[in-house]
């Protein structure tokens, strides 16, 4: 691995609809960092999953798929853009058939054995925001700041139905609250690298709070992380 910047290592995990990749990219956006989108990876190696048509289920045939799988980011006139084997799948991963899909590819071992390795190589040089359900507890267990971003399933599930809408996706808010749930307790109780708080994690309720309250929360802990460690910012 290439050596570290002087930035620090700052992971944000938590459950669907918490708010996570909006307060990922604006504080990245505040602190001059990388943001990387772990579940944008997991979308992505979902999609391709399901195209290639392989069967989930053939342990040999997914973990010669998952050793040639190669999921990044580029910048392209100012937008993040997800590559996935070469294709740009950004517009295609945000679907609730993907997302019930992801739930599922992401409990398999060989899918996050190669996502870790291209997570722990994208962000080990710090000066990096890594979102998702394991980064402070499996990708990067030493990371210098920590937070575990979480909200009522009410406020989570109404968040996803209004993006939902936004892009005009035929959904009810019942029944997106139902799937949020059901998507936190598969995320949350599979074997491997399962959603939960890191012990060293600072918990953030973002139920009532607004996004910049959010962010200046973060920031404070950031701040006197740099201070304490006497780094520059
Ligand atoms: O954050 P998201 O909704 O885009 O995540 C999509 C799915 O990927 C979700 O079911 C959890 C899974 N995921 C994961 O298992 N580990 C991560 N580090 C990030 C996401």
Redesign the pocket.
């Given at each position: 691995m290439s050596e570290r910047t002087d930035g620090i290592i700052i992971a944000i995990?938590g459950p669907?609809?918490a708010g996570?990749?909006t307060v990922a990219r604006l504080l990245a956006e505040r602190l001059g960092y990388i943001q990387i989108?772990?579940?944008?990876?997991?979308?992505a190696s979902?999609l391709l999953i399901s195209s290639s048509g392989i069967d989930p289920g053939d342990a040999d045939a997914l973990e010669s798929f998952c050793k040639e799988l190669d999921i990044h980011f580029e910048n392209r006139q100012g937008q993040t853009l997800v590559i996935a084997n070469g294709n740009d799948v950004t517009g295609l991963?945000?679907t609730p058939e993907?997302?019930r899909l992801?739930?599922q590819t992401?409990?398999l071992k060989p899918v996050?054995d190669a996502?870790l390795l291209s997570?722990r190589r994208m962000g080990g040089r710090g000066g990096v925001v890594?979102?998702?359900?394991?980064?402070g507890t499996?990708?990067f267990p030493d990371a210098e700041l920590k937070f575990f971003l979480s909200a009522s399933a009410e406020e989570r599930g109404r968040r996803r139905f209004e993006e939902l809408t936004l892009k005009g996706e035929p959904v009810t808010l019942q029944d997106t609250i139902a799937e949020v749930v059901k998507?936190?307790l598969?995320?949350s109780e599979?074997d491997i690298?399962p959603?939960k708080q890191a012990e060293d994690a600072v918990m953030v309720d973002s139920s009532s709070l607004t996004i910049e309250e959010v962010l200046d929360i973060m920031e404070n802990f950031f701040r006197e992380k740099i201070m304490s460690k006497g780094k520059k910012i």
């Amino acid at each position: 691995m290439s050596e570290r910047t002087d930035g620090i290592i700052i992971a944000i995990d938590g459950p669907s609809g918490a708010g996570k990749s909006t307060v990922a990219r604006l504080l990245a956006e505040r602190l001059g960092y990388i943001q990387i989108d772990t579940g944008a990876m997991y979308r992505a190696s979902a999609l391709l999953i399901s195209s290639s048509g392989i069967d989930p289920g053939d342990a040999d045939a997914l973990e010669s798929f998952c050793k040639e799988l190669d999921i990044h980011f580029e910048n392209r006139q100012g937008q993040t853009l997800v590559i996935a084997n070469g294709n740009d799948v950004t517009g295609l991963i945000r679907t609730p058939e993907i997302s019930r899909l992801t739930s599922q590819t992401s409990a398999l071992k060989p899918v996050r054995d190669a996502l870790l390795l291209s997570q722990r190589r994208m962000g080990g040089r710090g000066g990096v925001v890594l979102e998702g359900r394991d980064i402070g507890t499996v990708v990067f267990p030493d990371a210098e700041l920590k937070f575990f971003l979480s909200a009522s399933a009410e406020e989570r599930g109404r968040r996803r139905f209004e993006e939902l809408t936004l892009k005009g996706e035929p959904v009810t808010l019942q029944d997106t609250i139902a799937e949020v749930v059901k998507r936190d307790l598969q995320d949350s109780e599979r074997d491997i690298a399962p959603l939960k708080q890191a012990e060293d994690a600072v918990m953030v309720d973002s139920s009532s709070l607004t996004i910049e309250e959010v962010l200046d929360i973060m920031e404070n802990f950031f701040r006197e992380k740099i201070m304490s460690k006497g780094k520059k910012i």
